[in-house]
């Protein structure tokens, strides 16, 4: 009959509704277990991907064999690893620091060794033979006099190897351009005022 009819297409729809509704749920519930899932891959990457790039999560201890290192000491690797990284940096930067400054003593003596040059070029009979051996070898004698004051000062003859690694010392500490030149200009002004 047609109510029978009606009370059968209720159902009916009911019916479909309620499969709807679960079809739904099941569609989130994967959607969420595959975000988790996307997400747990993510962080094992991320973990992986350090105990790559980080050097000491690599080494392995022999004496218990290789044992996969827990996320908490993967982590703390990678911090120490950072930190000696900036500390290399740190280092690296003085060493330019350093080197910039030999550099423009070197520029410095450029344009000195330029000005005596021009003026020996524009003066070229100036001067001769008006300076004697023994007054060269006083200008080479005070130098070498200043230099092995400090060298003396620095250099230890404890034993051969502490004499090498003194003398490499002394070279880097004493032996700088603008060093020598500030020797070289001192000993001539002695000389100058000696002289004349």
């Known amino acids: 009959t047609h109510a029978s009819s009606l009370r059968a297409d209720d159902e009916d729809s009911d019916y ?64 120490d690893y950072i930190q000696f990284l900036h500390k290399e940096k740190k280092k690296q930067e003085e060493e330019v620091s350093t080197l910039r400054k030999d550099v423009m003593a070197l520029k410095i003596m450029k344009v000195n060794y330029e000005q005596i040059v021009k003026a020996h070029q524009d003066n070229p009979n100036e001067g001769k033979d008006q300076v004697s051996d023994e007054v060269k070898f006083n200008v080479f004698q005070g130098i070498m006099d200043s230099l092995f004051q400090s060298f003396n000062a620095s250099v230890s003859v404890t034993s051969f190897q502490e004499l090498s690694a003194c003398v490499f010392s002394w070279i880097e500490e004493h032996c700088k351009p603008q060093t020598l030149r500030d020797i070289v200009i001192g000993v001539l002004h002695q000389l100058k005022s000696q002289l004349y």
């Open 16 to 79: 479909h509704q309620e499969a709807y509704k679960e079809s739904y749920k099941d569609r989130r519930r994967r959607a969420h277990t595959q975000a988790e899932q996307k997400r747990r891959y993510a962080i094992k990457k991320g973990y992986d991907d350090l105990q790559a790039i980080v050097p000491t999560c690599e080494q392995q201890d022999f004496s218990i064999g290789f044992q996969k290192p827990s996320k908490a000491i993967v982590l703390q690797k990678t911090i």
